[in-house]
């Protein structure tokens, strides 16, 4: 990982970590957050100040597989041994999965050309515990056909202003969503389902016992957009809306017409795409 003389090197951090116990990715004052905890112990590992800059500011409760975050430093240290040294050093629930020499120009945030998303329901009559802190209930066997049809029309550049958060500042509320797709995984947030592989719901909730996937990749996320997406297709697909009313909320760029948010326990960052 060698650089030139004097040259600070810009390193690359993928990451991984449980969202449960902090107050989301960014620095706030009085709240543990993973962008904190991470500079930290870069700071104590590198022996100076160190401004890391992340590609997604995940809220409160969310997880990522794949978090993509840069700094600058002037230190020699390895790939190998930062790697080691940080996950010596971090709690059991962030882990850093690599550790990459990057170009000077490289930044984290502002060269992201895409995102991927996955929001985890566990279609299950009955609760499973173990799952409490990282899917989303539903009881009911979800209707899934219908969520796929509803979620044809958020598809391509849409204002997307009626699935904002409350409170978010943007200069524009225009985003593209690449692909949506709806199916069953073997609650793996990394497994990628193909559209047609959902397989049928068993008609006894009893005997229900799927984790349903919704993986969401676009070239850019407004403030909670993911989960007020996901909220809205629930309702349909527990019946209390139909597909038509998912392009009447997106027409109407009315928040409040898009139902509620999903819980932040069930959503994922999987991957951040240069």
Known sequence: MGSPLHMPRNIKL????DGTRYAGWQIQPGKETIQGILTRILE????????????????????????????????SITGFKLLGALNGLLPEDIAVQAVQEVAPQFHARKLAKKKTYRYLIL??????????????HAGNPLKIKEMRQG?????????FRAFQGRKAATKTSVRTIESIVIGSCRGD?????????M????DSPLRTSKMIGITITGNGFLKQMVRNIV????EVGEGRRSPSDVKKVLASRDRTQAGACA???GLYLIQVDY
Do not use: M
């Open 14 to 17: 993928t990451i991984a970590y």
């Open 44 to 75: 104590k590992i590198l022996q100076h100040k160190v401004t890391l800059i992340g590609a997604s500011r995940t809220d409160a409760g969310v997880h990522a597989l794949g978090q993509v975050a840069h700094f600058h430093t002037e230190s």
């Open 123 to 136: 279609n299950s009559a009955i609760r499973n515990p173990l799952w409490i802190t990282r899917a989303r």
């Open 263 to 265: 819980p932040a326990c």
């Open 151 to 159: 979620a044809r029309c958020l598809v391509g550049r849409h204002d």
């Open 189 to 197: 947030p990394c497994d990628r389902p193909g559209a047609d592989r």
């Open 199 to 202: 397989g049928r719901i068993q």
């Open 231 to 234: 909220g809205l297709l629930l």
